[in-house]
């Protein structure tokens, strides 16, 4: 198969492999970025395999940087883009089934083709847009198949996240997996346990904003990789509700780990408990705990002011879009135009602040000052108080004296 109308992303690091290739060595475009552009979507970066070794290719181009020079890459620095350039090798060890004990540094792309994890992505493409297939990747991408390259056992022993990876294409790309694959990934489901978890995070994240979630729940679930996640040994009841929804899509990470916990009915403390094995940040276990309280008032009842004030628009558009997957009509609009209509969003905008207070009211600093504030920003968005200092000042006074 060749290619005649390349994207600029390849025009631009044509060069690259040109001037690889006037030094007399091999050089293509690797991986992803073929995959995603014989399905037709733009890629977001490039990748670049050649028979150069890094010594070599440091002696090509002037501006380098060692980026992972003992897995043979090297970031070369060119009209302010930056490319990284890797060289064909082959691995072997893999003693805790994630990174090769032995990486070995080869001249033949076969070889470096065959140590990938699936066929869709052991692609090459050269200068002139040829593609390079050696495991029938493309016959797998035309069949909305996903396929281990070679023996798929011996592909997830050598890197176990290779699993987490093969479901969340499931997810993004809508394909089914091939079942030696599917075979393989359960039969070895328990190396994910060696795995950390910020990168089982990482696939689960990508999973879940995949454009078919549940294209990758159901092979989780299937296989039972998903009792080798952190705390969803015990959940498969949860899965199995969100693989039966009519159709299931998240805008966000926070979104469907909201619509998770809201379905296991977890408490404020458990959803916090399991994001925190997950190794989450505080901003996203924020973000899902609002959203979860914002789902369970939404889905029983219309918001009021101080509850949308109090949530805030984006844990009201997470509860929004997924009281809409379990089923009930879609409240976006209504919540908007109500959220607009209020006086103000948070207190910052509250036209007074506690230094106002302390010099016009010639209050002492301290705990009264904070319940004062508190207590005039509710009497804005509830009471509709005017928002201008002087009315403000004028409540402050009238609240200080009951």
Partial sequence: M??????????QAMPILKKIQQAGFEAYFVGGCVRDLLLGKKPHDVDIATSAYPAEIKQIFKRTIDTGIKHGTVTVLQQKQAYEVTTFRTESGYQDFRRPDHVTFVRSLSYDLQ??????????????????DLFDGVRDLQKGIIRAVGVPHERFHEDALRMMRTVRFASQLSFVIEQQTLKAIAENAALLKHIAVERIHEEWQKLLLGSYPQNGLRPLVVTELYRYCPGFNGQVAVLQKMISLPRLKFNSVAGGWCLFGYLAQFTTGEMTELLRAWKSSNDLIKSVIVAMQATKLLENSSLGEWQMYSLGWKAIQIACENV??????????????????????????????????ITELNLTPGPQVGQLLADLEKAVVIDHLSNVKEDLLQQAKIIIKK
């Fill in 2 to 11: 060749k290619i005649t109308d390349l994207p600029e992303i390849f025009l």
């Fill in 115 to 132: 140590r990938r994890d699936l066929t869709i992505n052991a692609l090459a493409m050269d200068l002139n847009g040829q593609v390079i």
């Fill in 324 to 357: 809409t997957l379990l089923g009930k009509k879609n409240p976006m609009i209504e919540m908007q135009q109500k959220y607009q209509k209020l006086p103000i969003n948070n207190i910052k905008e509250l036209a007074i602040n506690g230094g106002t207070l």
